[in-house]
């Protein structure tokens, strides 16, 4: 069990997140085929009806979630279990907000390296790391103090 | 985004890190009105970023124009267009690669760090992994060396993110090292430690070899990477550890990892129980709480490494995985509390959504792992009942997920989970499958609904389905239709008990008009595969085939299955429709038909020709018609058919045409192609009431009345479904077999013994108490015990670990390894407790036991390794010792049976009886065999001290000496060797002492075979030592 790819983008199909763990394709053109196609597959999906997870192709299926106009996707093996991945999101969400102190879009934007140090710091290989939310902030001041 | 009220009181983003020019120029692009304005803005700044690059190469001496904060700010704007434009820029940006590698070899913490985040985002492209990996690898080498720890840590999670995107970190034998020091070195920070276990898992999972190709290491690092999981309560490192534990039980070697059953089982009971519990014993750490959970994630992963290790109790050739029956009883009860507190937990109702999911999710994946712990059916239905009564939830992600358990529950745990639902819970399956709108939970349903099905409910099930494609309000999901027509097609034919029903439903399927995506060929073309192979289906298939051919709307999928069916076999129903009409209807629907089945018509009405040359003016008027089609490929035919038909008329031969179009032989293939489309459910789904019965030799093809007897015998023995490892398609990642050519475990085989452990082996064949090993650290103490004297093979075997140094002994586990533990083992390992402590103070001790059954004689070489793992002053250790079980075990004192007893003449009778009988196939001779010590001193005094020291000797063993002074310097020996299934064995033996201090054993038994020579090497061992 483990994640390939880590996605996030908002409601116009821009990305502002993206990680791949796993090579899925060495066509170039595939893995930005493979965004617009997810893009479209979970904009069109209605939230009120329509679980979290859906299959996205013979080897992945998708786990996403919404939060304020962006949808953080995960995407993993066909036969893994998907609920823990609602909680690596969920997770992630928590340290992103606690980080940037009600953490919206724009600090994603703006400070988009410092998104991937804490991403760096909870996922390593698609596999998640740290779960200790005091554990990582205190890290992150630190790494963040760095010059 | 949740106003959540957060541990930090003010944000932890620290505004003195930003980088001011990346923000300016992040803000003109946001401000951009339009999209061409922010194409324009793009391209000024990389025009600009390229001309101070090239500006930089032109350096003076060492002295670096380009300043590394002007490099850092320069690298990460290439890296935000990268993401912006969703990643169709790589082209743009390359020029900069030499730059951000630049910033690899800074010293200062920011620059490296952007470097190394821009090269994790471009390292899914090969082209940028070609440029610049050498340079890369030689500053990660560096890195992974620094004495600072953040410059460490930077390299690891660049391994550990690229690590599986290219296979050239993963070759290199530097980083590979380099990485392992860090999890393997003691002085290591937990910190560093967690991110290299991880990191070593995506090298890993990019080249096997690293701990496949040499064995030593293999060994070596294995135990290392074990040995952290010794710390049950570092969850932290845990977390990360397991991962990579798993990944080795999975695709390296599972039997290393067995050992950890007792430290996995810690773990989970103290986050499932003692962190759940309400009462004040409950520690668990807060910070590891997540939704008032105990570190759900450690949980998953546990239960997921536990079902590797364990095969469940249907499993068949599991090798050298757990069995329940070989599983301490604590832990197991352990194990099953465990589940019965998650079942309790997931059923409770939570206020909080993402709680309510978390408890889900332990729920789920602890139901699921239950099967493996060889469950009552009572608890199995249990589970189901709690599974099912999620169904009813609100939320519609819960729905999901229990509709996911239950599809795996069912393939797993077999009958007793599949009645629970079918029985009980059916119409609440089909309410949800007519009421979700949502296409993954309708995908789930029927996954499970499939699951299921078996010759009794196949018809409920079909008929199910079949209205769920057919209802018009379900429009919107082709994909989902077309799938489920293959699910209803594979079930039909895997099913049918009545011919009939098998040809209506399967035309029904055929006949869906609403759209074109669900009538895939490989449905029709099974149709036809199975109906020509059994020719009571022809003609009432060939019937219903005309009956929709008759209405309007046919389908393309009908036209082309009636094209192929009634061209073949339309003499049958000739009573019913004429050759001639069959014509007119298929010229009625050629002209409307997809030109592919256009072509198969063609065919058809030729071989309409060949059974009734009566129509034969109007095939030929067809077929001129059609030589002035558009396609070329129907023009062709039509000029082909044509052409042979005047052949045949003018050589006034019709034979041609029966030659040419003989009737459709038999199919060979037996496998259904459809199965291959089943998509992500488990490969044992469906699968637990099918008899995969070998066909007799006489049957070539496959039969839909035999598959029928199969599925009516499938009731009475359910066959258990295949290992899940069966899942698994990497080739890379096979398992090498587990035995070798000597018909030994491999990983039996490969165990390195510790240097002196034959001292203790000997003694254990002679003795049945005493000391086992002795090191520097721990004396190991063995006692041999038959506990039922009615049964002579079975024992049992206590061990002590008594610590010898002045310091504790930590992580004490064990494993008992047989030899064999498939094709029919020579004996058995039952009843393994664990060690009573992992920790023993100094001069202390530990204890534990196991039980052997020997079922048909074997070497005593061959008897089981005992492979003790502790850590003690701070080195991790090992030792292996053979815990000797031979043949001689097995005897009993004629003490006890004075019935054995023997005089000389009746020896001699019996020998002689042994001889003719047998003559030499029972016997084993070994002259020579120099004796120990003890034998050599008492040489010096006389013969009969040295006969004396002989019979105590083998008596002690348990054999029967014959009272006798004839001959003088030889002993005449008898016992029985017992084992459980191949009964009991005489034995008879001449040993004969030699002044020169040797001995000739000679030995015959009542049985052929090696059992004389497996006695004799006893002796031997208990002689020479």
Partial sequence: ?147 | MDRKKTLINSSVSNNNSTIKGLQLFIADLRSAQQAQEQEKRIQSEIVKIKQHFDAAKKKQGNHDRLGGYQRKKYVAKLAYIYITSNTTKLNEILFGLEQTVELLKSSIFSEKFIGYMTLELLYERSEVVAKVNDEVNYQLMKDLSSSDDNFVMLALNFVGVVGELTNRLAYNDDITTGVFKILRSPTSSIYLKKKSALSFLALLKSNHSILTEDLQRKQLWIQRILSLLDDTENYRLTLATIPLIEFIAKYIDPSYCTRLLPQLTEILYNCVVVGTSRSSDNQFPLEYTFANMPNPWLITKVVSLLSILIASPTERDSGSLLQTNNIDNELLNKLRKCVSVAIELGTRQAQDPMERIVQNTVLFSLINFASKLDPSDEAISNSVTALCSLLTSKEINIRYLTLDSLVKLCSSSGKPAIDAVRYKNLDMIFHLLNTERDSSIVRKVVDLLYTFTDVENVKIIVDGLLQYILSPKNLAEPQIKSDIAVKIAILTEKYATDINWFVIISLQLLSLTSNTTINDDEIWQRLCQIVVNNPSLHRITCERLVDYLCKKQASEAIIKAAAFLLGEYSSLITDRISSANLFTLFAEKYFSAPNVAKAMILTTMIKLYKTSPEIGSNVIKFFQLELNSLDIELQTRSFEYLNIIQLAKVNGNTDILQILFEPMPPFNSKSNPLLKRLGSLPASAGSTTLINTPSEASSSTPDLLSKRANSSRSIMVPMPPPSRRNTIDDVNSKISSSEDFSGKDSYYSRQILAPNWREGFTRMISHKQGVLFTSSLMKVFYRITTPDAQQPYVFHISLAFINLTEWEITGLSTQIIPSKTQGNPEYLIMNINTPSTATIGPHKRAEQSYEVSIRKPFDVEDSPILAIHFKCGGSTNTINLKTAIGMTTTLISSDVNPSMHLNLAQFISRWKTLSDALGKEGEYQKSGIKLNKDFRKVETISLEDGLLLLTQTVKRLGFDIVDQTSVRSTLFVSGIIHTKSEGNFGCLMKIQYQVNGTVNVTCKTTTAGPLAKYIVECIKNVLTK
């Fill in chain 1, 1 to 147: 069990m483990a994640v390939q790819f880590i996605l996030c983008f908002n409601k116009q199909g821009v990305v502002r997140l993206v990680r791949w763990f796993d090579v899925h394709s060495s066509d170039p053109q595939r893995s930005q085929d493979a965004i617009a196609q997810i893009y479209r597959l979970i904009s069109s999906r209605d939230h009120k009806h329509q679980s979290n997870f859906v299959e996205f192709s013979d080897s992945t299926k998708l786990i996403y979630r919404r939060y304020a106009g962006l949808y953080f996707v995960m995407g993993v093996d066909l036969l893994d279990d998907e609920p823990i991945y609602l909680c690596h999101i969920h997770l992630f969400v928590e340290v992103l907000d606690a980080f940037f102190g009600n953490v919206c879009e724009l600090d994603i934007v703006f400070n988009f390296y410092k998104v991937y140090m804490i991403m760096d710091e909870m996922f390593i290989g698609g596999e998640i790391q740290e779960i200790s939310k005091d554990m990582l902030l205190e890290r992150l001041s630190i790494l963040d103090r760095l010059d």
